[in-house]
């Protein structure tokens, strides 16, 4: 499993050596989109409408746009700095506070956390510390170049940090348009929906929800992969518009040089002849 962090958890005095492991994974099935003609993949250009040309990476900087077209430039050794000042490889636990404390719409991103080299002991002091005090750890930590508000708990045996929303990033639910007020609703109504929701009810297994669409998706493409009904996308053509240019502009030269030459030569004539005719 690919370690995409490494650096220390950390609570009261005491210091884990970690790795951090990402522990869901996208299954999104992606498109390109080719030309319809050729079946060559469209390309996304970085071009800057107002001067009509391609940008180089090099001439591109960040802005943060603070009012319409109104922008703060934010040049990379400020970001820099910033991001310094916050990068340092730990998480420090602030709090501990019981899960079901914490709404699930405040999680975000889940992450394995293992122990790195003369973490064992503290690691599993840890865990054990969670598991038989029921609690978990609130704590912060910087993830390229972010930083994230976090909570440390066990699962399967393995100390699990998920990534949760600071306050203002969850929009207040008083904001949502629409919401109806309550309703004159009987109270045979209310029983039935009650009945319902019991008759439903059980264990929760995440091994028997599948993603379906997936799966229909991924068998149309192996049908059409095995049935050869595949297009094979053609190479850009390159770009010799410069080339054409160039040439075009160099005979021109050529053609405008033999004029001048022409001239010069008529002109020397013109002025060799009329000095004979004068000394004649």
Sequence with gaps: MHTIWKGTVSFGLVNIPVKLHAATENKDVSLRQLHKECHTPIRYDKVCPHCEKEVEKEDIVRGFEYSKEQYVIIEENELKEIQKAQSERSVEILDFVDLNEIDPIYFDKSYFLSPNEGG?????????????????????????????????????????????????????????????????????????????????????????????????????????????????????????????????ALQESIENTKKTKKKSAASKKRTTTGRKKKNA
């Design 120 to 248: 064992t002991k503290a690691y599993v002091l840890l865990r054990q510390a969670l598991e038989e005090s029921g609690k978990i750890g609130v704590a912060k930590i910087m993830i390229r170049a972010k930083e994230h508000l976090a909570v440390l708990r066990v699962y399967k045996n393995t100390l699990l940090m998920e990534t949760i929303h600071f306050p203002d990033e969850v929009r207040a639910a008083d904001q949502v348009p629409g919401i109806p007020e309550e309703n004159d609703l009987s109270k045979k109504e209310v029983t039935t929906a009650k009945m319902l929701i019991d008759q439903l009810t059980t264990t929760f297994e995440p091994e028997k929800y599948t993603d379906e669409y997936r799966q229909e998706f991924m068998k149309l493409i192996e049908t059409k992969r095995n049935g050869k009904d595949v297009v094979t996308a053609r190479k850009p053509k390159l770009d010799t518009s410069n080339v054409t240019n160039l040439m075009d």
